[in-house]
Each structure stands twice: as structure tokens, then as C-alpha cells.
């Protein structure tokens, strides 16, 4: 029974949430090995580009007119407003992507995974946690970017997440980074092998082998 | 948040299924690292035991009157006759180990899988598949010790399993023994980390932390 993707397979869309400096990025790359046949979805925003960031790689710059027509077409699977300017995940490339059998990862915040499971129910849900409150604070502060009010709010809204847990389909708790990442592949590999994906052309191939 | 097993949540419960043959055995010893903390259960049974076998170990050996007692009690979360003599696994030490938050293996065939389902339905269900049924057929004619018709029979009950794939949450294909392992360390710990099995005590302590 051939298991690799691309047998007829529709391909698996992972959910990444977690609390600002719970380390997101840290993650996705200690676990780059497993994430290297996993497209990663770039977001759209209406907000300038800075100077390092390369439009199509950071994100999709888009007009402030161009973004709304999209959301008036229902081309978003997520969007939101943050400090003034819209954030979101356009929806074709990603839908082209799982169709083609490939694998993809959002990374978003809870209102904007919220929305991807009210839309793409079989989307694979992952809550990133610190180990502790204590911990993401001196993180927050190790980081030094942010304002005391600043990281009060973050602390806050982390808390508000770890609520929702139970929306979630796994827990990675982000404590050593080498033990995280290996969670994180496990998940992966796990999700590949459900049997519910297995379509029933695989089935018949086994059948007449 | 504290992810080890034990702090007041229930044990994990593996069911692995698979046609003879199809080495999972192998996949056993080969994944022994991740099983290291899994409780194999130990089958009971009437059949005479062989000098090779330890009582306890290899199964428990138990007279008919009793084993027939305890089937009586509704004490076996499966239990099956095969050629004269009865199979079963008594459910006592796995809900013990369940309730101590110990995780359980059962290695058992398709009926006996459907049984232990219909009476433990958050078990995990696992089917181990051979790459193909000429694979398959290969490798019960290089163990030399089945007949013709035996061999026909076990392949014709490999067909009907795979046919029931859908009532299983993973399929591991045994290709390649090393990369089935792989899969299997990925499933036990993809399952560790299902947001589900947080208990509401560990979403107290990380909001205290």
C-alpha cells in the first residue's frame, strides 16, 4: 500500500496557535527537517512593508481596496484587523495546494484559527503553550520589544487561549525546544497515517496486489 | 504545563491489529525504545502450555472452568475460541493500568479489536499492513511453517481486514521495518499530546503559573 502523498490524497492543512514568545519560529525551525514537504502559508496584510521584508516571502503586500474586495468575495479563510491595518490567508493558494495532495501550515492567532475550522473543518488544529505563565513572561521580557502594558495584554491573551485548548487537537508544550520539535514531527507523521485519509483507489491497489 | 503521564490523567489505550505475517513482532521490537513505557498485556488462555513459554509471560494459562467463569463475569474486554481452545484478555490489569495512568498495548485480531472497541471506545485503534499481498504471501512462505491452505486462509483474512480499515485510526504500512517504527513512535506520541486528554487540574495549575 503506497502511502505517499500524492496517491489521490487531498493534502492535511495544520493549524499553528500559540501566545506571542511561546516561540513559534524557534519551533518551526528546530523541526525544519519534518516541515521541508509542508508549504507554508504567507498572510496577506495591508500594512507597509519594512525595509528586511520581501513582499511574497514575509507576506503578500496588498492595497487597502484589493484586500476589501477580497473579503467581499469570501477569499479569505481568515482576516482580521490589527492596529489599523488587515491581516489574512488568502484561501486559492492554499486550497490549490491541499487539492494537489501538499501538505500546509497557517500560522495565526486564535480568532483567525477560529475562523479557519469554521470553514475547513478537517483542518488540523495546534495549540503551541509555554510551560508556564512565569516562563512566557520572562520571555516576553527577554525579548525587550515590548511595552510593560504590552506585555500584560500578551500574558492576558495567553491565558484567554489556553481556555480554548479543548478546541484543539493537540497540546505542544514548547519547555525544551528539542522535545517540542520532536512533537511536532510526531504529529505530523501521526496525521499521514490516520486511516480515515487512506481513499479507497489505495484500497483497491492493495486488494490486487 | 506539566505533559508527563500521571498527573491525574488516564493511561493510553493501543490496539494493534494486523494479518499474520505481516511482522508485528518486529515493529514491536524494532519501536521497543517508544514501547519501553507501554504495558504489553498479557493474553489468557486454555491452550496447554508449550515448554518454551513462561505462565504470565508469553499468556496466562488458565483452566477452561475458569477461564469460561470469566467470560461468565464479563471479565475479558475480548475474547475469542480458536481451534478448540479460548483466547481472551481479562480487562482487571489493563483498567488498572489505564486508572494509574500507565499506557496499555493489546495486540489482537480483527474480532477481538471489534470487541475491546465496542466496550473501550477511546481506544486507539491500529492497523498494521504488509506494502501488498504478494509481500505478504512472500513472507508467510519464507517462515515455512504453514501449509498451502493455511497460508490461503490467512491471506484471504488479510483481504478482509484491509477491507475493514476504516474502523482503525492509523494504518502503518510494513515496508520498510525502520520507517514503520518511526510511524509508530509518531502515533504514540502524536496521542500523548491530543489537547483532549488535558485534565481541567493542568489547565488550573498553568493559569496559577
Redesign the interface.
Known amino acids: ?1 503506497d ?1 505517499r502523498p500524492g496517491r489521490g490524497r487531498r493534502g492535511i492543512l495544520f493549524v499553528f496557535t500559540g501566545a506571542s514568545g511561546v516561540g513559534k519560529g524557534s519551533l518551526r525551525a528546530a523541526a525544519a527537517d519534518a516541515l521541508r514537504t509542508v508549504i507554508y502559508s504567507v498572510s496577506a496584510t495591508t500594512r507597509a512593508r519594512r525595509p528586511a521584508e520581501t513582499d511574497g516571502v514575509d507576506y503578500h503586500f496588498l492595497e487597502r481596496a484589493e484586500f476589501e474586495r477580497m473579503i467581499a468575495r469570501g477569499e479569505f479563510l481568515e482576516h482580521a484587523s490589527y492596529v489599523g491595518d488587515l491581516y489574512g490567508t488568502p484561501a486559492a493558494p492554499v486550497d490549490a495546494a491541499l487539492a494537489a495532495g501538499r501538505d500546509v501550515l497557517l500560522e495565526i492567532e486564535l480568532a483567525g484559527a477560529r475562523q479557519v475550522k469554521a470553514v475547513r473543518s478537517e483542518a488540523v ?1 495546534i ?1 503551541i ?1 509555554p ?5 512566557l513572561e520572562r520571555r516576553l521580557r527577554g525579548r525587550g520589544t515590548d511595552s510593560e502594558a504590552k506585555i500584560q495584554r500578551r500574558l492576558e491573551r495567553a ?1 484567554e487561549e ?2 480554548a ?2 478546541e ?6 514548547n519547555d525544551r525546544l528539542e522535545e517540542a520539535a ?2 511536532l ?7 499521514r ?4 485519509r ?1 481513499v479507497d483507489d489505495e ?1 483497491d491497489a ?2 490486487a ?1
Chains 1, 2 share one sequence.
Open positions: 500500500m502511502m488544529m495549540f503553550a510551560p508556564s505563565l512565569a516562563e491565558r489556553i481556555r485548548l479543548r484543539f487537537d493537540y497540546l505542544i508544550v520532536e512533537t514531527r510526531a504529529v505530523i507523521a501521526a496525521e497515517a490516520r486511516a480515515w487512506v484500497i492493495f486488494l496486489s
